[in-house]
């Protein structure tokens, strides 16, 4: 109960936003953002919880972003279906590429590369296959109407974005308090304990890659109505697995918040740096190096870890001083 | 006449060029305390893990409540009631100690609040109620192994593996740990347990199977075996019967 009041306050302080400020540059800063946080979480499911260190999760962002893009270009659906074929495109994607590497039996880094892999051939098969729109890429028709899933005023796209952002949140939650959960961080810890428990750990691994990977389609088909605009290059290039993963790390692995406050910290890092230098490319880069290194040396647990190692830190001083203060 | 719980039929498990274990036979009923010993690199734990389903033999197998489950895979035999603990403790490192438990109760509870009530019990029937909720990474040797055997006792097993949960404990530790391992027997589980503390294991156990090289080389009582000239041998060595049954002669 206490943390899903938090995952509350931590929604409903940042809902407030809009009602702040009506400055764009920053309303835009937010939504990329949380669509980060968004990606960043679907990683955090399979990677934080249940320990496969995805290094491809753009397969799962550009399905996601793809399928509701050429839905409604060429086959003319509506973007809310095409939202909710996204998600489900996604968890097939995921379903498929963690059923082969899992039956394969691949774990740590073997996995990683496979799952890069797969995302590297899905860019350079929509690079070249004409329903994506090869080289060009697709457009999405200007629709600024809520049933097109677009909508005239950042604010509101802003607060899509955190309401799925809030999803997300909650399923991180109802995760660590249930079976599956249990089993997942079983798994991540010692799979050879954890089926020596009764735990299949096959099947878990599955599960969590298919929540993972339609998570991470949401957020790419969220990029696509924001954007109205996708290439092969954007839904399925490698950055996109590298800010899914480096969220969650920087923020803390296997932490509710984990993503969400990653995402913050390095974007506003990555644009705090471009307003000092201007537009220097690759440093956004250079900065998510930087503070990778630093975290990984300081706060392994990432940065809901550091503040928890603070807080119970001076928590124990508090108590110190009253306990002898008792004694004496 | 009723089937024993675990039946091992001629079990053959070969890795590469080594035959670890060569046609070893044994059986454990319920209720039962059935000891596994044997020299260092007799393939005890080979045969435990083919059991448990880590392994699939070349030859042989396992019947199990009357079936046969060679080869199936270790969470299915799980689901059924037969549970391992292993040789190097294996600790989900990061968790508290009611957190590992929990992962084992949650194999027959499915909700949280009964898992954790089951963790609960059981934390403490094994004595670590004390330490609950410390991460399991800080728990002594016997700290662990205690967790060991908590986590399977947790999934409610008719049969439990035991790969050696004495090794490693000083003389007050084994004692407090084997009247926990005794009262599992009483309460029905079948348990198998591989020993290397030979007075732990003979005073605990109802019968013993000496393995050697693979095979199964005597079976019996404690004190049968104990006496079997070829269990001597394979301990000490050849030729050491002969000279002990020299010296009590002179």
């Not at chain 2, 389903?53 to 046969?68: A, Q, S």
Request: charged content about 15%.
């Amino acid at each position: 109960m206490k943390s899903f009041v938090a995952i509350a306050a931590v929604v409903a302080a940042l809902a407030a936003v809009p009602a702040l400020t009506h400055s764009n540059v920053v309303l835009n800063f937010l939504v990329v953002t949380l669509m980060i946080a968004l990606a960043g979480q679907g990683w955090n499911i399979l990677g934080g919880y249940g320990g496969q260190y995805s290094f491809g999760h753009a397969a799962f962002f550009g399905t996601g972003a793809y399928v509701t893009a050429i839905l409604q270009v060429r086959y003319g659906v509506n973007a809310w279906v095409g939202f909710a074929a996204s998600i489900a495109a996604g968890a097939v994607v995921g379903a498929i590429i963690g059923g082969l590497a899992f039956r394969a039996g691949l774990r740590s880094s073997y996995f990683a590369l496979v799952t890069l892999a797969f995302a590297e051939v899905l860019r350079i098969l929509a690079s070249v296959t004409p329903i994506t729109g090869a080289g060009v890429g697709i457009l999405i028709k200007l629709d600024l109407r809520a049933q097109s899933f677009q909508f005239q005023s950042r604010a509101i796209f802003y607060l899509v974005i955190l309401a799925l952002v809030a999803v997300a949140l909650v399923i991180a939650r109802l995760l660590e308090r249930s079976r599956f959960g249990a089993w997942l961080i079983a798994v991540r810890e010692n799979e050879d304990a954890a089926m020596a428990l009764g735990v299949d750990a096959f099947a878990v691994k599955l599960g969590a890659m298919v929540l993972s990977a339609a998570i991470t389609a949401a957020a790419g088909c969220f990029y696509a109505q924001y954007f109205l605009f996708i290439d092969a290059a954007i839904g399925y290039g490698p950055w996109i697995s590298i800010e899914a993963l480096l969220t969650p790390i920087i923020g803390g692995v296997g932490t509710v918040f984990g993503a969400l406050l990653g995402a913050l910290v390095v974007k506003a890092l990555g644009e705090g740096a471009k307003l000092i230098t201007g537009d220097v490319p690759g440093l956004d880069l250079m900065i998510y190096g930087a503070v990778l290194v630093l975290v990984i040396r300081f706060a392994p647990r990432g940065l809901v870890g550091a503040v928890t190692d603070i807080y119970d830190y001076f928590r124990a001083a508090a108590q110190k001083p009253a306990a002898e203060a008792a004694n004496g | 006449m009723v089937e024993p719980l675990l039946v091992v039929e001629n079990i053959s498990c070969r890795f590469g060029g080594l035959l670890a274990v060569n046609g070893a036979s044994l059986s454990a009923p319920s209720a039962r305390i059935t000891a596994l010993i044997g020299p260092n690199g007799a393939g005890k734990t080979t045969l435990f893990a083919v059991i448990s389903g880590f392994l699939r033999p070349n030859v042989g197998r396992v019947r199990y409540c009357g079936e046969d489950v060679t080869g199936e895979p270790p969470h299915r035999l799980a689901r059924r009631g037969m549970v391992r603990t292993f040789q190097i403790v294996q600790p989900f490192a990061g968790l508290t100690v009611r957190e590992n438990i929990l992962v084992g109760a949650h194999l027959r509870h499915r909700a949280r609040d009964a898992a954790l009530a089951m963790a609960e019990q059981v934390g403490c029937e094994v004595g670590l109620g004390e330490l609950l909720d410390r991460p399991a990474h800080t728990l002594t040797v016997a700290g662990r192994k205690r967790l060991e055997l908590a986590r399977a006792l947790a999934t409610e097993p008719k049969l439990l593996l035991l790969d050696e949960v004495l090794a490693g404990l000083n003389p007050s530790e084994i004692r407090h740990i084997v009247p926990t391992v005794r009262s599992l027997a009483t309460r029905g589980i079948a348990v198998v347990m591989i020993e290397h503390v030979m007075q732990a294991a003979m005073s605990l156990a109802d019968r013993v199977f000496v393995l050697a090289e693979g095979r199964i080389i005597a079976e019996g009582s404690p004190a049968e075996v104990a006496a079997d000239a070829a269990v001597v041998e394979a301990y000490l060595g050849h030729g050491a019967a002969a000279k002990m049954r020299g010296t009590n002669v002179h």
